[in-house]
């Protein structure tokens, strides 16, 4: 049954915050829409306020500040894509968006959208996650930034409160010394839910140790997560396949993953060991 | 919520039409009479109702009609006409790219957006770009042959 809705379509992101504290606890962000949209024809968000934020031009762009590269919110998956500070700076970012769905999804879901809905297997995380990002929420009163990694909690849970809305997503530039590596693995090439999604950004030393590591695995447990015991197990070696092989297994070992349609618990824990140690590997191969 | 009166520029006409909010765009145009557009999964999956909202791609069912307020629609019909049809158009009918015609539609749009980007794509990019849209029929051999056909002639013609 089609949901009845409040629409609001505010101009500008003062308009947005003023509408987002006032609506309070009924207040519900629209970014992209696409997974929003689509509730709404199955009776889902009955009585909600919809505020839709795709006319905020201040919450779209990509951009170098203070050693970060800052994106706004309602940035497109199809900006993410050959925009050359991603290119450059993110190239984790960048194969996951160009995996993300397809391309009429991806020219109309955002980042922020993709983050607050806050799906086990959302694309966009585990990159951000190994490069660091930090989220900003911003309310009408107040303005905080988080670790990525503490915004989401859980299953579609997130520590996004009533009155905020996710403005901005930024990353330190990774070093010239760093290398990323990312795979999904779905059940077909385009539009796919990932089974298992992981994204490696490495630091390398002049003397060849590993200096900062960050692993991040999606769709293997509640939320998408870092595998720490793995990135410290790295810090500080060199990487050789022993060491390489012993992180992946840790990886494997930190998946909390469940049976669905797409594959079984058993095969995303196989999997994750494969394709840390592949990804591993690659980075190894990269940086001789 | 009341309705209220928006305003949508398609295929070059112009609608003022008094909405709810809860309306998509795909049922909005199907009702204004522009079928062209399908209905298919209504979630995003098939791409059989994609139309050009300000030059860019979109599924017409992912997307509110406010949202669209003040819009430019395209949809597949509005590239060409039956005298002067589009090179997209005639080569999807001379390459056999279409059988059933419920994808058509939604793929020429898809095909649409990525010529208006990249004039000279290879196959690869090709198949991403309709990676959105699925065809039951054809097994997508003579689609992409028709949309490289297309690239080709507008090239020498520099028609599109």
Known sequence: MQSEIELYRPQDLAE???LLNQLGLDGKLLGGGTNIVSELRDGHHTGKSLIDLSRVKELRGINLQDGYIVIGGGTTITDLIDHPLICTHAGILLESARLFANPLVRNRATVAGNLTDASPAADTAPPLLALNAEVQLMSQSETRWLKLEDFITGVRKTLLQPGEL?????WPVPSDRSAGAYTKVGLRKADAISVLSVAVLLEIDATG????AGIALGAVAPLPFRVHVA?????????KPELIAEASHLAAEACRPIDDIRGTAAYRKRITAVIVRRLLTKILEALK | MKPQVITLHINGRTHNIALSPNLTLLTVLRDLGYTDVKCGCEKGDCGACAILLNGVAVNSCLVLAWQADEGEIITAAGLGTIENPHPLQTAFSDAGAIQCGYCTPGMIISAKSLLDQKPHP??????DAISGNLCRC???AQIVQAIQSAAEKMADGGEG
């Open chain 1, 166 to 170: 996710m403005s901005a997503i930024r």
């Open chain 1, 209 to 212: 140790m590993c200096k900062q």
């Open chain 2, 138 to 140: 054809t097994g997508y």
């Open chain 1, 16 to 18: 947005a915050l003023t």
């Open chain 1, 231 to 239: 990135e410290t197990l790295l810090i500080g070696k060199e990487l």
């Open chain 2, 122 to 127: 290879t196959e690869a990019e090709i198949r």
